[in-house]
């Protein structure tokens, strides 16, 4: 009578310790709960270096290599993109800032693009960079009008300037299971993840990734002959036939719905 | 008795327009000549195979192209603004367009599994994206017909953020990834100072060499295995002869049976021919068309009412926020009236019914469902039988979400 009294006693504490060790567990999250489920691991990932996401879809199928995708980046009130000359640049480098950056980009390379005019930072510049890694396929006479539309908020800017690092991966999405709401520049909020889980595999689950923008708090060099390498090359873009009509039309669109 | 149907014989002239060179614009069924019906008879239609493959109802005016020939047609419709879903399926095989599907709002058709009525109110196997007629024919059988797919352009971009520690650059505040917890398992283990240098490049060398099995492989290359080709070559010359004497030696029997199909072909070949019959009166001439794959010949029963039902749109593309026209048209192409058409349209996630847009020629009970898609299952139910020839047209908004 004893023993079992004994060996009741024994599995009412291991029970509660089981329950302490699991109370434990679940309080907070651990990096290994975000590791991929199975045994495959994903070769590509949105923490790999700039440009080795994009040139590895260029030798996938289809007709990427040298396709000029069209790309319209834009942000908060009163925030200017511009992009430095392809090729050889000019003494000033970059283009007239605007609102509405849209430019024609190679799949594979990287662009880095200047963000001025920054609200509550006065005179500070990001230089984020723009990764395409895939491409549309609209009809002909529909290519400049459906751009990838890249929509950066507030908190990109102030968390880079914050000197942390924002991935945005960029993904089209699957109609079979979108969010079912209108799309504005107050609803388009981007979906937030862990730091611990990648962005483009998560990307890929709700759609086809297509395009990868890192913002962080890196300034260019000092010294005139670290650029290039700052610039990536300074690789070719190709300017939008009707970029300066849109530009104009959607100027007063967007920055009066995110105030 | 045989009679062709008016839904045959109008599909047949429009495909023979085309055929001539695409002479005339796009044939809009409201157009076409009314050709006096004949029912009460049993009917055989012929309609070509190919017909539904090259050709799409236009979901701008619901003109009927043969995608086939758009390319080369110069009028300025084809010309211009093609539609989604034509293009979609577009046969021109010197400039191959590509699409994907996602950039795409489609809307309509009965994707798998089919639809199935299973009550007054319900369906099943109805998807979102899906749009369908439901009726009953004289004899009181249910049938369901779905209607073609609208596809608009509509690509929809969405961003997935992820913030994280500084990862470069020398002026970056605040590495972010301190907070987290290092493992310090390894502190007590005792440094591999004896290991490292036991760990000789040399003795392990003397180990993995693998002489023997150098040896084995020298060994191991005999010169039978050269001579195996001349084998080979042998083989198959033998092969080749045993071939030529099978097909030359024929039973008599399979010469007979040669002969026989070989006059069945020529006989078929003089004959065949393609032939129109109308109320049952045979046609003067023979209509001879070498391009024609083949035919199909559909059996109605007397007094069987068929309903064809069509979706366009007012647009071809469409952003987050634009309002897209829709109309769908059901029109009995029968020859009896049929009783209680239900037409059902299974709205997808990103299409949003606009309050009060709805327009229709008839009398109909509408009915607005939330459905799986959280959108809307718009269904409206007709009041009164539709005869034959007869067709309804209804019109409503959505906004792409």
Redesign the interface.
Same mark, same amino acid.
């Not at chain 1, 945005?168 to 209108?182: F, G, H, N, S």
């Given at each position: 009578m004893s023993e079992i009294t004994t060996l009741q006693t024994r599995l009412a504490a291991g029970l509660i310790a089981l329950a302490f060790l699991f109370e434990g567990r679940v309080s907070g999250s651990e990096?290994a709960d975000f590791l991929p489920r199975g045994s495959s691991r994903p070769l590509l990932r949105?923490?790999d270096p700039p440009g080795v996401v994009g040139q590895a879809r260029l030798t996938g199928r /289809? +007709?990427v290599v040298g396709y000029y995708q069209p790309v319209a980046i834009t942000g908060p009130k009163g925030v200017r993109f511009s992009l430095p000359h392809a090729g050889n640049p000019s003494p000033s480098g970059m283009t007239v800032p605007a609102q509405r950056l849209e430019a024609g980009f190679l799949i594979g390379s990287v662009y880095r693009f200047q963000v001025t005019h920054i609200p509550g930072a006065l005179g500070v510049e990001l230089f984020p960079t723009v990764e395409v890694i895939d491409r549309?396929?609209?009809?002909?006479?529909?290519v400049t009008?459906?751009p990838? &539309?890249?929509?950066l908020d507030d908190e990109?800017f102030q968390?880079a300037l914050? /000197?942390?690092?924002?991935?945005?991966?960029?993904?089209? &999405?699957?109609?079979?299971?979108?969010?079912?709401?209108?799309?504005?520049p107050k609803t388009?909020v +981007?979906? &937030?993840?862990? &730091?611990f889980?990648d +962005?483009l595999a998560?990307?890929d689950e709700?759609?086809?990734p297509?395009a990868i923008?890192r913002i /962080?708090?890196?300034?260019p060099p000092s010294q005139p002959s670290l650029l290039p390498e700052f610039y990536f090359g300074y690789p070719q873009w190709a300017p939008f036939p009707h970029a300066s009509a849109s530009q104009n039309a959607d100027q007063d669109e967007v920055p009066s719905e995110l105030e | 008795m045989r009679t062709s149907s008016i839904q045959s014989v109008s599909i047949l002239s429009v495909a023979c327009t085309f055929l001539v060179g695409c002479a005339s614009q796009h044939l809009s069924r409201k157009d076409q000549p009314k050709t006096p019906r004949v029912a009460a008879r049993p009917v055989n239609a012929i309609e070509m195979n190919s017909f539904s493959n090259g050709v799409s109802v236009s979901p701008a005016d619901g003109s009927i192209h043969l995608v086939g020939h758009r390319s080369h047609c110069p009028c300025e419709h084809c010309q211009g603004?093609?539609s989604?879903a034509g293009?979609m399926q577009s046969a021109d095989t010197s400039t191959v $367009?590509?699409?994907?599907t $996602? #950039?795409?709002? !489609?809307d309509g058709g009965d994707s798998g599994p089919t639809a199935v009525r299973i009550s007054d109110q319900t369906f099943r196997g109805l998807q979102?994206e899906d749009t369908i007629v439901h009726y009953k024919t004289a004899t009181g059988q249910p049938e369901i017909q779905a209607s073609n797919q609208v596809a608009l352009?509509a690509? !929809?971009?969405?961003?997935? !953020? =992820?913030?994280? @520690?500084?990862?470069? @650059?020398g002026?970056?505040? @605040?590495p972010?990834q301190m907070d987290?917890p290092v493992g310090i398992v390894n502190v007590d283990q005792p440094l591999p100072g004896l290991v490292m240098r036991d760990s000789l490049e040399l003795g392990h060398a003397d180990v993995a060499r693998g002489l023997d099995a150098m040896r084995e492989r020298e060994r191991t290359v005999p010169v039978e295995s050269v001579q195996q080709l001349n084998v080979a070559s042998n083989v198959m010359a033998a092969l080749l002869n045993l071939t030529a004497q099978q097909a030359y030696d024929l039973q008599g029997e399979q010469k007979a049976l040669v002969h026989q199909y070989a006059n069945a072909a020529v006989t078929y070949q003089l004959d065949e021919c393609l032939e129109v019959a109308v109320q049952s009166f045979r046609t003067p001439s023979l209509v001879r068309d070498q391009t024609l794959d083949g035919f199909t010949i559909y059996d109605f029963e007397q007094g069987h009412g068929r309903l064809q039902i069509s979706k366009f749109a007012d647009r #071809?593309?469409a !952003?987050? @926020?634009d309002v897209v026209t829709f109309g769908i048209r059901i029109e009995n192409v029968g020859d009896g009236e049929v009783n209680e058409v239900v037409v059902v349209d299974n709205l997808?996630?990103?299409l #949003?019914y606009v309050q009060g847009s709805l327009e229709c020629e008839a009398e109909v009970d509408f009915q607005a469902v939330d459905n799986q898609? =959280?959108?809307l299952q718009l269904r409206w139910e007709l009041k009164e039988p539709l005869g034959v020839g007869e067709s309804v047209t209804i019109q409503f908004k959505c =906004?792409v979400?």
């Open positions: 990096p949105a923490s /289809g +007709p549309t396929y609209p009809p002909q006479h529909l009008r459906y990838i &539309e890249i929509q990109d968390t914050r /000197g942390q690092m924002v991935t945005r991966v960029i993904y089209l &999405e699957d109609p079979q299971t979108a969010i079912p709401e209108l799309q504005n388009n +981007p979906l &937030e993840i862990s &730091e889980q +962005p998560v990307a709700y759609g086809r297509v923008v /962080g708090s890196l300034t | 603004a093609l989604a293009a $367009q590509i699409y994907d $996602q #950039e795409f709002l !489609r979102p352009y690509p !929809r971009f969405r961003s997935v !953020r =992820q913030i994280s @520690g500084s990862l470069a @650059g002026r970056a505040v @605040g972010a987290r #071809e593309d !952003r987050p @926020g997808t996630t990103r #949003e898609a =959280q959108s =906004q979400r």
